[in-house]
């Protein structure tokens, strides 16, 4: 469970999120639809609490993202941008160190992995070390150590990025299953198609404000278009950035 | 889905060891370990070995071959020919232009006796020499010139001696003064002042050798963008940047300890006779611990620049500037050759660099002095170390 009210974060001039309130509840799928540069990332980040906001609350199962900042790591889990794993290293010690960041360990934590391999299809290169992965396969071992301690609450940031078809299906997929065992997921995009077809509740951001929000059929009774497509341009006011 | 308990020294730990295999795995890590422990015995006793050579031709160039000295007006001082003979110089034909001839560098030394000279001296005043050469000629070349110039005072005070004894004056009223130079310089000691350049090869691979971890562990976590992930686990931000510094110093340290045994080992194998020092196990574990401190100081001070750093490419460029930073105080080991002391030793990097040469000639240093040394680097290490926490504090450590 993710509350986020009248979340503010200025870098000098610029206000990245200028007001931000909405919620993202347990066995739902949340999405944060806007163009670039319209605040989603860093929304995000405050809730992950890489940023501290200026102002405003952010709760994660009702813990203050810049008060209990240990517990709310504990309780997410952060696909963040660009997915970054360590080269060096096999697809299975980048999930082991995160996992052993969060107090697992031993038999519990390599049942973890296998049973991530398993859920991501990353059997074949589960041994393999890092370096030459194709993103789709970074993305995969990004995605299964942000799950490695089963977290209440996932937040991934623009989660297709960079991925082929297939394995965009994948995730689809996986997302789909964390919403059916009961988690809170959120996620980052700028693609139309993937938050309509995988979101129970959309928030629209444009220029660091919520332009609209609410379940697709919603969006679409409100703005009086039949056409989920129109209807975000009109919450946005401007075609520039959704693809 | 529940909360575990994480101690601190947990995650320290998995942070330390996840880094050190990681980086363990890299080439460029390696190599440095790799050079440190081969390069450096070759260039120290590459050095060595052309200095012992160079001593052993000096000593056989003047006791074997005679010194061919070109003498302009040879015939107007038979004596002094003569007394040259005996002293193993073999007087030459002078060329025409001996100045431009010793200037072209066809003679290392001409002497030069005038028409005044028989007159003067048979009078008993002073008779006038002149012996040219090039004072900018160094080394091997100049033992010419001492030996020349040697050979011509002893002739001097020879006869400076007789005239006296003629006079019925004792000799020793006109030397005053005799100085008997007693050396009580260890062999050791002695090679010791080759070895001054030790501390600046150790203090140098103290710093390559963490280098790579300073880079990777910070500024280049970032521009792979997994420090952010790392920085969204349930781990406090101080625990990510001391284990990184951990990791490094583990590196940084493993490093020098090659070198030094690299050292140890070469000294007992190389055929070099001029330096007779041993480097067993107790010399080496004494520097090892004794410099200790510097090592950490000298990570966290590559940790704390890598920290604001953007990229790798710019941490590097800094870093080779930063590594530059210990060995200032180490001129003052080439320029002064102080002496340990309690007005020194707190000088990080100075006072290492004194135990280093002071541990090699196999003189012992007070404990008190290595104490002063080891507190001073350590709080400067600690220090460092804050000032890198709070920088990875920031918001901006992200990029």
Known sequence: ?243 | MHTRKISHLSSLWTILRKEVVDNARDRRTLTTMAVSIVIFPLLIFGLLWFLDKTVKEETDLVNSEALKLPVVGSEHAPNLMNWLGQNNIEVVDAPLDPEASIARGEHRVILLISRDYPEAFSKGTTAPLRLIHDSSITGLEKIGFNTVQGAIRNYGSQIGSMRLLSRGISPEVASPIRINISDIATPQARSGQFLTMMPYLMIMFIMVGGMYLAVDTTAGEREKGSLEPLLTQPVKRHIVLLAKLGATVVFSALTFLLVLTGLGLGLEYMPVDLISISVGAGKIATIFVACLPFVFAGCALMVLVASFTKSYKEAQSYLGMVMMVPTLPLMSLAFLSPEPAMSNMWVPALSQGMIIIETLKGETISFDLIALSMICSTVLAAALAWVAVKLYQRERILG
Request: proline residues 2%; aromatic residues 4%; contains cysteine.
């Open chain 1, 1 to 243: 469970m993710i509350e986020v009210s009248n979340l503010r974060k200025y870098f000098g001039s610029v206000k990245a999120v200028d007001g931000v309130s909405f919620s993202a509840h347990d066995g739902k799928i949340t999405g944060l639809l806007g163009p670039n540069g319209a605040g989603k990332s860093t929304t995000l980040r405050i809730l992950y609490t890489a940023f501290r906001p200026d102002a405003g609350t952010a709760l994660i199962d009702k813990l203050d993202v810049t008060v209990d900042k240990l517990a709310v790591r504990s309780s997410i889990g952060v696909l963040t941008h660009g997915a970054g794993i360590y080269e060096r290293l096999t697809a299975r010690e980048n999930i082991r160190y995160f996992g052993e960041l969060h107090g697992m360990s031993g038999k519990e934590l390599s049942l973890r992995i296998d049973e991530l391999a398993e859920l991501l299809d990353m059997s074949d290169f589960i041994g393999r070390r890092a370096k030459g992965f194709s993103q789709g396969q970074k993305t995969k071992v990004a995605l299964a150590r942000a799950l490695v301690h089963n977290p209440k609450n996932v937040l991934l940031d623009e989660p297709t990025n960079g991925l082929d078809i297939m394995a965009t299906r994948g995730l689809r997929e996986v997302i789909q299953r964390l919403k059916s065992a009961g988690h809170c997921v959120l996620f980052s995009s700028h693609v139309m198609q993937e938050v309509a077809a995988l979101c129970d509740e959309i928030v629209i951001i444009a220029n660091g404000t919520v332009a609209a929000s609410g379940s697709p059929e919603a969006l679409r009774n409100d703005t009086g278009e039949q056409n989920l497509e129109d209807a975000f341009v009109k919450a946005i006011g401007s075609e520039e950035g959704l693809i």
